[in-house]
């Protein structure tokens, strides 16, 4: 199966802040990989798709990039509603796997 | 409006069965692989069981399989989940999740663009 790496598991930063979150594979995915954002209580939802698309909706303050085994997901200028945590996932293959999760903390 | 809505979930004691539903609207169901993401309390998504719009391609993560069974049923626009043998390990909110484009058989890898609200399983005695 293939392992997702996250970094940092707590980010700690301020409104205004431009935050980047990396995402590793434990093997090439080529870019099928996703962001999501998930607030307490609430389901996931898709920032980005195909590791640089941006799903219809979202603030375009957000931006993924990479391919392979290495992805960010940047948050250019921080917003209050922006802190939650946050999830990539591959789906180059079955099973998909989940990164642990980003925690976006206000400093 | 698409909409997931999931309904199942409850407490049953390690080793016995419950079965999981979401009843999907606005759009059209069979068309579109779908798949269980399950969420532990204060833990992380772990993807569970997908399958392809037609039925006929199902696939597990390795902690479920030969316990959990996945279905659908395209006439009643609803996606199951047969879990047997539960443990306490199970226990979690099960969400149902759908893949974000059209994909009606075969083996085809999505992205989640909706997901349900979740339902919460807990396995106790």
């Known amino acids: 199966d293939i392992q997702m790496t996250q970094s940092p598991s707590t980010l700690s930063a301020s409104v205004g802040d431009r935050v980047t979150i990396t995402c590793r594979a434990s093997?090439?995915?080529?870019?099928?990989l996703a962001w999501y954002q998930q607030k307490p209580g609430k389901a996931p939802k898709l920032l980005i798709y195909k590791a640089s698309n941006l799903e219809t909706g979202v603030p375009s303050r957000f931006s993924g990039s990479g391919s392979g085994t290495e992805f960010t997901l940047t948050i250019s200028s921080l917003q209050p509603d922006d802190f939650a945590t946050f999830y990539c996932?591959?789906?180059?293959?079955?099973?998909?796997?989940f990164g642990q999760g980003t925690k976006l903390e206000i400093k | 409006e698409v909409q997931l809505m999931e309904s199942g979930g409850g407490l049953i004691q390690p080793g016995g069965s419950l079965r999981l539903s979401c009843a999907a609207s606005g759009f059209t169901f069979s068309n579109y692989a779908m798949s269980w993401v399950r969420q532990a309390p204060g833990k992380g998504l772990e993807w569970v069981s997908g399958?392809?719009?037609?039925?006929?391609?199902?696939f597990y993560a390795v902690s479920v399989k030969g316990r959990f069974t996945i279905s659908r049923d395209n006439s009643k626009n609803t996606l199951y989940l047969q879990m047997n043998s539960l443990r306490a390990e199970d226990s979690a909110v099960y969400y149902c999740?759908?893949?974000?484009?059209?994909?009606?058989?075969?083996?085809?890898?999505?992205?989640?663009?909706?997901w349900g609200q979740g339902t919460l399983v807990t396995v106790s005695s």
């Open positions: 996932q591959h789906y180059n293959s079955y099973p998909y796997t």
């Open positions: 999740a759908r893949g974000r484009t059209p994909c009606s058989g075969g083996t085809c890898y999505r992205e989640f663009d909706y």
């Open positions: 399958l392809s719009g037609s039925g006929g391609s199902t």
């Open positions: 093997q090439s995915i080529s870019n099928l």
